[in-house]
């Protein structure tokens, strides 16, 4: 099948195959093209708007998820339980005046911890609660900074918090939601 090199619709189709097959700025190129051609192309804006949504999504989440990798020794000894040094570890890695993505993920492995300590066989029952409330505080905290710092303000961050694992043993509480600027629950 040969397409017309001076047709919009031809452009746009090779941008969708473009888009596709991963090619992103080929896909962004093509469907620029077919707008050049005809203004009026039904398909190449939304076509467009598309491809913005999709990379603002993965610039939120990889950027994200580079901090947590950063984190990612904390993280395995805040879930194996060594909730004391994960934290320490995590406090040390991520300094005042760090950005949101980094407050996040030590946010996540603080959230984490709250649970270890929890189930902690080592501490005493009554320290347990204490070390999990401090951690689970903390966490809170974090995100409270990264909000202040109007990190939640693009609501694909907020998502990032609702689909991570990390923050489940928070999910319950209303200073976690209140962080998130969710509304509270009845």
């Known amino acids: 099948m040969r397409l017309d090199p001076a047709s919009s619709r031809a452009a746009n189709l090779v941008g969708v195959a473009a888009y596709r097959g991963g090619d992103l700025l080929d896909a962004l190129s093509a469907w620029v ?6 203004p009026k192309n039904e398909n190449a804006p939304g076509n467009l708007d598309g491809l913005e949504k999709r ?45 949101g993505d980094a407050l996040l993920a030590l946010a996540g492995v603080q959230a984490q911890a709250s649970a270890a300590a ?14 999990a409330e401090r951690y689970a505080r903390d966490a809170v905290g974090s995100l409270r900074k990264a909000r202040d710092q109007g ?16 923050f489940d043993p928070l999910r319950d509480r209303p200073d976690f939601r209140e962080a998130l600027g969710e509304p509270a629950r009845p």
């Open 33 to 38: 093209e077919a707008l050049r051609l005809d």
């Open 55 to 99: 990379l603002r999504r993965r610039f939120v989440s990889d950027s994200y998820v580079l901090e947590k990798l950063r984190l990612k020794e904390e993280l395995v000894l805040s879930r194996g339980g060594r909730h004391a040094e994960a934290v320490r570890l995590a406090r040390d890695r991520v300094p005042e005046g760090s950005g």
């Open 118 to 131: 929890r189930r902690d066989p080592e501490l005493p029952e009554a320290d347990r609660d204490k070390w």
């Open 151 to 166: 990190y939640f303000k693009e609501p694909l961050r907020a998502k990032l918090v609702s689909d991570d694992m990390d």
